[in-house]
């Protein structure tokens, strides 16, 4: 996504284009985000209201594991010269990102959830 995320983008970009159908989808679904800025406009919880949402309270700890995926593209991107450059660069390591490593993360889940019950909410070793 080009330039800056704002509430209304992310409902026009994301919310509406994308979570509203695959929620609308699945009867029962609870959506989860965390608390960057353009998810907790105004304009966004209005959006949202209308679905089952996941509360998420400051400076809890981010369980999801994308943000894992995004960890190793960072760690596996070289310099780029241009925003052109480094656009083919990310897609092309999306699309290469080994589905074995995804599959790990997904199926830590739940001892990701139990380390963060027992630390409290606190920092736990994901």
Known sequence: MRGTLT???YVDDILRPHVEPFLNGLPGAIF?????????TRV???FLRHFLTLPWPALFPDLS???HVWDQLKR???SCHSEHDLELAVQDLWAHLPQDNIKCLI???PDRVAACITAGGGPTRY
């Open 107 to 109: 199926n830590s889940m």
């Open 7 to 9: 509430g209304q983008r």
């Open 65 to 67: 594991p994308v943000e």
């Open 32 to 40: 989860q985000q965390d608390n960057a800025r353009p998810h907790t």
């Open 76 to 78: 596996q991107m070289s």
């Open 44 to 46: 966004a919880q209005d």
